[in-house]
């Protein structure tokens, strides 16, 4: 049976890769050595270590949207905890409305190995960094894992800048959509409310900063944007 760990053999093998925001990846070439997007990159590592095709919507295109929904379809997802804890699970987070979401592996002790951002590239790094956000983890079907009782648990949960219904707003927000404007980088009316086109600005200044572009506001987004984080008390809510 193949085991867990297998992909993150795989996986360490390609730290120091450049990323390339939505880079496609050869399946059946085992020596492509990149670009690679964060989807890509799992879907690509997961296919050599198993000859299993996960993570990609019909058009066999990896997202992280189609990792969701098919460890929704054949009933393999995990909690984030249990996630964390299992080396070579998958941690995900949902894309938003104007961002996109992210795909990691876990190595099982709080750690990850994953395809970051162009300002990253392929490393390895942490689970529970400033400002990090994951959703939910899953595992492939068939494979054997071997999760570790005495392992990492998530935190409680940061709150970060994202977008939300009904919107954040505040005087923080105001801050963020100045900064997007000294930059060139347009967010509609300086009226402190995160909608659409905040978070979009807020995405499209990420890529060219070489952030994974999921257009929330977190400690390294609010670094590039010239930001104190976290914001003050009841400047954002």
């Given at each position: 049976?193949?085991?867990?760990?297998?992909?993150l053999?795989?996986a360490?093998?390609?730290?120091?890769?450049?990323?390339?925001?939505?880079?496609?990846?050869?399946?059946?070439?085992?020596?492509?050595r990149?670009?690679?997007?964060?989807?890509?990159?799992?879907?690509?590592?997961?296919?050599?270590?198993?000859?299993?095709?996960?993570?990609?919507?019909?058009?066999?295109?990896?997202?992280?949207?189609?990792?969701?929904?098919?460890?929704?379809?054949?009933?393999?997802?995990?909690?984030?905890?249990?996630?964390?804890?299992?080396?070579?699970?998958?941690?995900?987070?949902?894309?938003?409305?104007?961002?996109?979401?992210?795909?990691?592996?876990?190595?099982?002790?709080?750690?990850?190995?994953?395809?970051?951002?162009?300002?990253?590239?392929?490393?390895?790094?942490?689970?529970?960094?400033?400002?990090?956000?994951?959703?939910?983890?899953c595992?492939?079907?068939?494979?054997?894992?071997?999760?570790?009782?005495?392992?990492?648990?998530?935190?409680?949960?940061?709150?970060?800048?994202?977008?939300?219904?009904?919107?954040?707003?505040?005087?923080?927000?105001?801050?963020?959509?100045?900064?997007?404007?000294?930059?060139?980088?347009?967010?509609?009316?300086?009226?402190?409310?995160?909608?659409?086109?905040?978070?979009?600005?807020?995405?499209?200044?990420?890529?060219?900063?070489?952030?994974?572009?999921?257009?929330?506001?977190?400690?390294?987004?609010?670094?590039?944007?010239?930001?104190?984080?976290?914001?003050?008390?009841?400047?954002?809510?």
């Open positions: 049976m193949f085991e867990g760990g297998e992909v053999e795989i360490r093998r390609h730290v120091g890769e450049r990323y390339v925001f939505g880079a496609r990846a050869d399946l059946r070439n085992p020596d492509y990149g670009p690679w997007d964060c989807a890509e990159f799992c879907t690509w590592v997961v296919y050599q270590a198993y000859g299993v095709v996960f993570g990609t919507t019909s058009a066999n295109d990896p997202f992280s949207g189609a990792w969701i929904d098919q460890a929704r379809e054949r009933d393999c997802e995990m909690t984030l905890d249990e996630a964390v804890r299992t080396p070579g699970a998958i941690l995900i987070r949902k894309p938003v409305h104007t961002g996109v979401g992210h795909v990691a592996f876990s190595d099982g002790e709080g750690g990850t190995v994953e395809a970051r951002g162009t300002r990253y590239g392929v490393v390895e790094a942490g689970v529970f960094e400033p400002g990090r956000k994951w959703d939910l983890g595992y492939i079907p068939g494979v054997r894992y071997v999760t570790n009782a005495a392992g990492p648990t998530a935190p409680a949960r940061v709150e970060l800048i994202t977008l939300t219904h009904p919107f954040t707003r505040g005087e923080y927000v105001k801050d963020i959509q100045r900064a997007l404007r000294r930059r060139s980088f347009h967010p509609g009316g300086v009226d402190g409310v995160y909608g659409p086109m905040t978070a979009a600005s807020v995405a499209n200044y990420q890529l060219f900063k070489g952030l994974t572009p999921d257009a929330i506001v977190g400690p390294a987004t609010a670094e590039v944007l010239g930001l104190d984080w976290p914001p003050p008390a009841g400047s954002a809510g």
